[in-house]
């Protein structure tokens, strides 16, 4: 069974770092591209970050693009977000999905990161809470 773990999240004071880590089981994560998500109280999960499958390639949200970086080990079979700067409206729980979309036929699946869009990826973690407060 696919499944996805996110894991490094916690409270931090605003202007903090952290950084989650999103492990796969029961695949290998280097054929899918990855994309990270967030969710908070009351509002729409929303993509704030995807990297391809081949790490090349990366996109992110405006809400936090300069301040939040995506990278991937796939010999750990791990991607990581790496997350600076934060700020009190970065607080939410965050998930990590794969994605196997295929633009085009020609198009390698996982090559491209998909659009923000929460029916495009799968497998998705159980999140884990980021609180930014001082």
């Known amino acids: 069974q696919l499944q996805l773990v996110e894991s490094g999240g916690g409270l931090v004071q605003p202007g903090g770092s952290l950084r989650l880590s999103c492990v796969a089981s029961?695949?290998?994560?280097?054929?899918?591209?990855i994309g990270w998500f967030r969710q908070a109280p009351g509002k729409e999960r929303e993509g704030i970050s995807c990297?391809?499958?081949?790490?090349?390639?990366?996109k992110y949200a405006d809400s936090v693009k300069g301040r939040f970086t995506i990278s991937r080990d796939n010999a750990k079979n791990t991607v990581y977000l790496q997350m600076n700067s934060l700020k009190p409206e970065d607080t939410a729980v965050y998930f990590c999905?794969?994605?196997?979309?295929?633009?085009?036929?020609?198009?390698?699946?996982?090559?491209?990161?998909?659009?923000?869009?929460?029916?495009?990826?799968?497998?998705w973690g159980q999140g884990t809470q980021v609180i930014v407060s001082s």
């Open positions: 999905a794969a994605s196997l979309f295929q633009p085009v036929v020609e198009a390698e699946p996982g090559s491209v990161c998909p659009p923000f869009q929460t029916r495009r990826y799968r497998s």
């Open positions: 029961g695949f290998t994560l280097d054929t899918y591209a």
């Open positions: 990297i391809n499958k081949g790490g090349g390639s990366t």
